[in-house]
């Protein structure tokens, strides 16, 4: 174009110019702002207040005021598998097993020496052994063992050592250890006294 040549009212040359847009980022700048601060709000003011929902039982659609899942129970404590202390005693209940005339040390002539635990909790297929020992000198002819066929819990076991009718027991400590399921779980000791 020529100068001097009008265009519209205005001459191509002397056309008032008009301001440039602002660019883009600068007006996404201005506002981006005031629309975080805005959603954030909605956001907000939407978290405040808690809102269960479940399934509808008819329409299946979720419905407020109901969990989706309920929480369950809270599972007992399973009973631990246990031995008591060992009772020392020279006889046993015959229909439950049970120590009878406890003792703290037995004569020479005591026809048994005999070691009783009272179950807690074992389950079927629990082994439960003892080994003897007679002033520190291991006796293995005498170590027994016992698998339990059912469940027992409060049953009395008992191990015990019988003497030779012709002899009296050597006057010493006699030592039991009583282990379940391979684990050792009782240990206790008593005295022979010396014959008089």
Not at 91 to 114: F, H, K, M, Q
Not at 116 to 135: C, D, H, I, K, R
Request: net charge negative; hydrophobic share 45%; glycine share 6%.
């Amino acid at each position: 174009m020529t100068e001097g040549k009008t265009w519209g009212r205005y001459a191509v040359g002397n056309a008032p110019r008009l301001a440039a847009p602002a660019p883009m980022h600068l007006s996404l700048n201005r506002w981006l702002p005031r629309a975080l601060v805005a959603a954030a709000c909605v956001l907000l003011v939407g978290c405040s207040e808690s809102q269960v929902v479940s399934p509808d039982a008819e329409s299946g659609a979720l419905q407020p005021g109901s969990p989706v899942a309920a929480s369950s129970p809270p599972v007992a404590a399973s009973p631990v598998p246990s031995l008591s202390e060992v009772v020392w005693a020279t006889s046993a209940d015959p229909v439950t097993n049970a120590p009878r005339d406890e003792v703290a040390s037995y004569p020479p002539d005591a026809p048994r020496i005999a070691a009783f635990v009272l179950t807690g909790a074992l389950p079927a297929g629990s082994t439960v052994q003892a080994e003897w020992e007679y002033n520190d000198t291991t006796l293995d002819a005498f170590a027994r063992q016992i698998v339990l066929p059912a469940a027992t819990d409060r049953t009395w076991l008992s191990f015990h050592i019988d003497r030779d009718e012709a002899a009296a027991w050597p006057a010493g400590v006699y030592e039991v250890s009583i282990s379940l399921n391979g684990q050792s779980a009782r240990h206790a000791s008593v005295e022979v006294g010396a014959p008089e």
